[in-house]
């Protein structure tokens, strides 16, 4: 039976202000796990950071490792839990690949304290929101898919990671 080593891995920032970020938390998570299990290729690329990530989110990063300890085959067992950078990624995929979330021009107002309604800024104005529904006309209609004039907030992750 192997011992039980149980981390947490904490990305170096908490809130996704701009593209750079996200690259700078994927870099930082590489080589964090570069350092843990070298069994890993040096030259893992970030898009593979990805995989790691969306596989390994619920269940952590596990890697097992033969230890001297003057036990024979003696084994320690790293799982790193993953849950905080699986929460930026799945944050940032909202503001770059979804459709109204994801746009610079959605606007949302709280018309009454416990109510918050969504609009299309560069269409229309917060009287067109149906109270019924939350939404306007146009965010229920392009809310999945966005429409032609969608600005994401952030790049694709392909397209992100692409450049890299």
């Known amino acids: 039976m192997p011992i039980l080593n149980l981390m947490r891995y904490e990305p170096p920032i908490t809130q996704l202000k701009r593209d750079g970020d996200m690259v700078r938390v994927l870099h930082d998570l590489r080589n964090s796990l570069l350092q843990i299990d070298g069994a890993l290729p040096r030259d893992l690329k970030l898009h593979h950071v990805v995989t790691i ?12 490792l033969e230890v001297a300890m003057g036990v024979e085959g003696a084994r320690v067992q790293n799982n790193i839990d993953l849950s905080q950078v699986a ?9 770059s690949e979804g459709g109204c979330v994801s746009c610079s021009h959605q606007a949302s107002a709280k018309p009454f304290p416990d109510e918050i ?14 109270y019924k529904t939350g939404f306007s006309p146009r965010t229920a209609q392009y809310a999945k898919k966005g429409c032609d004039d969608r600005k994401p907030i952030f790049r694709p992750l392909a397209e992100l990671l692409g450049d890299l």
Do not use: A, F, N
């Not at 990530?53 to 097992?64: L, P, V």
């Not at 929460?87 to 503001?95: A, D, E, N, W």
């Open 53 to 64: 990530i969306d596989r390994d989110k619920t269940r952590g990063y596990q890697h097992t």
């Open 117 to 130: 309604v969504s609009y299309c800024e560069l269409y229309e104005t917060q009287e067109k929101v149906s």
């Open 87 to 95: 929460g930026l990624l799945t944050s940032y995929r909202t503001s």
